[in-house]
């Protein structure tokens, strides 16, 4: 576990090796693109088995904001869309998620045992479910990705695709015992803050295109937000714990990681966009600044598992500094900036190594392994940056 005085004694071990940090570029952040597709698995559509099936859907998100701010990189994002469009929704990637006592979500995937006793076959693909699982929070990262991916494309089957999705989600909402919230998974073991948070912020990233649609998105992500301002996952400090315990439906103390800090600013943006209420901003400003405040280091974002976040936790940090950007880029305030800055600047000197590639702790050292997931995850920070300066 991450402690601040055992990472404050290493840091004055390995000062020396730390280097002053110079601002990242459009070339840095192209370099680091070129990386993560080291990892892609063009057959399948996935940066599988480099990382998992949500977590590619956030390689997919974090292409797509690099090319919104890169005409160099369009051309190839757009195949990058199109493949994992064909392709991934072909492989039926079948898995098992279980969180622990430490609030921290582990995936196993189909050769695990003792997840899989039978063992796994790829299924036959005309019965695969396209991007819908049996976890809400991946369907959630899947509608963002097409989303993302349509914001550079215009390609109407990728804003439909999301929309699909949202039916899905949106099938769960009122279902649990506690208040309109939706559940983490289809066997209803868990509710939590992440699957909620996407159910919002897809309803809301949805009523900012979703045509003569958009009002029915728009009413359904302004009655997530009531029931999730309700629900009490939100503490007294202004941030987010993992999520609540069904039998008394209390917030359950679970652990404040950094991508449910991040996933809600987006939704509140997107909302105060689609309302024109600036009310939502201010609140995703308290959040974001109590988040910054807990979780960070000599201004360095942190998750509580570092080194050992595994195939999930590495993912987490990037979804906070993009979602940091959509609200930076609304309502812009010079201590995102900063941190933004500060997030890239200290990945590309001190976390990185061999051909530009990315690791899990931001503030360095480089651990292994680096992988799609903590190279997209430290993308994200990067494009961040580079979007708001
Ligand atoms: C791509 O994924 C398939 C299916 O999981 C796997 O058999 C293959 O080895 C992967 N290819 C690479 C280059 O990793
Ligand atoms: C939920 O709360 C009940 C009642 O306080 C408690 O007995 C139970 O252990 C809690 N469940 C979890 C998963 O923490
Ligand atoms: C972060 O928040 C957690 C949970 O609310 C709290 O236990 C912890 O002390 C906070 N840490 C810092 C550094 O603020
Ligand atoms: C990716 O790297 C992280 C951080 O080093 C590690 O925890 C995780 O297990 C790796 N993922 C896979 C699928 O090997």
Not at 124 to 142: I, R
Not at 146 to 164: F, K, M, P, R
Not at 329 to 347: G, K, M, V
Request: net charge negative; charged share 15%.
């Amino acid at each position: 576990m991450f402690s601040r005085s055992s990472f404050t004694a290493a840091l004055l071990v390995s000062a020396s090796a730390v280097l002053p940090a110079q601002a990242v570029t459009l070339a840095d952040a192209e370099a680091s693109y070129q990386a993560l597709q080291q990892f892609y698995n063009a057959s399948i559509g996935l940066w599988i088995p480099s990382t998992g099936w949500w977590n590619s859907a956030n390689c997919l998100t974090v292409i797509a904001d690099l090319a919104m701010i890169d005409g160099g990189v369009k051309a190839q994002s757009e195949s990058v869309f199109g493949n994992t469009f064909r392709e991934a929704q072909l492989y039926n990637l079948q898995m098992q998620k279980v969180v622990g006592p430490d609030y921290l979500p582990r995936t196993y995937y189909g050769h695990h045992w003792p997840y899989f006793p039978q063992g796994w076959h790829r299924p036959d693909p005309h019965q695969t479910n396209g991007f819908l699982n049996s976890y809400y929070d991946d369907e959630g990262w899947w509608a963002l990705a097409w989303i993302a991916a349509y914001d550079v494309t215009g390609n109407w089957q990728y804003l439909a695709t999301a929309e699909s999705i949202f039916e899905d989600m949106k099938a769960a909402a009122g279902t649990t015992p506690c208040g309109g919230l939706i559940w983490w998974d289809k066997s209803h073991t868990y509710v939590n803050a992440i699957a909620n948070e996407l159910f919002l912020d897809v309803a809301a990233h949805l009523a900012n295109r979703g045509g003569n649609r958009a009002t029915y998105y728009l009413s359904w992500a302004q009655k997530q937000w009531a029931a999730f301002k309700a629900s009490g996952m939100i503490n007294d400090q202004n941030t987010i714990n993992d999520g609540l315990n069904i039998t008394t439906c209390k917030n359950n103390g679970g652990t404040v990681w950094s991508y449910n800090q991040g996933v809600i600013l987006g939704g509140l943006t997107e909302l105060s966009k689609a309302t024109r209420d600036s009310s939502y901003i201010t609140t995703a400003k308290q959040i974001a600044d109590a988040a910054i405040a807990n979780l960070t280091v000599n201004g360095i974002l942190h998750d509580v598992c570092e080194p050992d976040c595994g195939a999930d936790g590495s993912q987490f940090k990037g979804v906070f500094a993009r979602n940091l950007q959509i609200l930076q880029q609304a309502s812009p305030e010079a201590r995102y900036a900063t941190f933004l800055q500060d997030n890239a600047n200290s990945i590309w000197a001190n976390d990185r190594e061999g051909q530009d590639e990315l690791s899990l702790i931001w503030s360095g050292p480089f651990i292994q392994p680096a992988n799609a997931s903590t190279q997209s995850s430290a993308m994200d920070a990067i494009v961040g940056a580079l979007a708001t300066s």
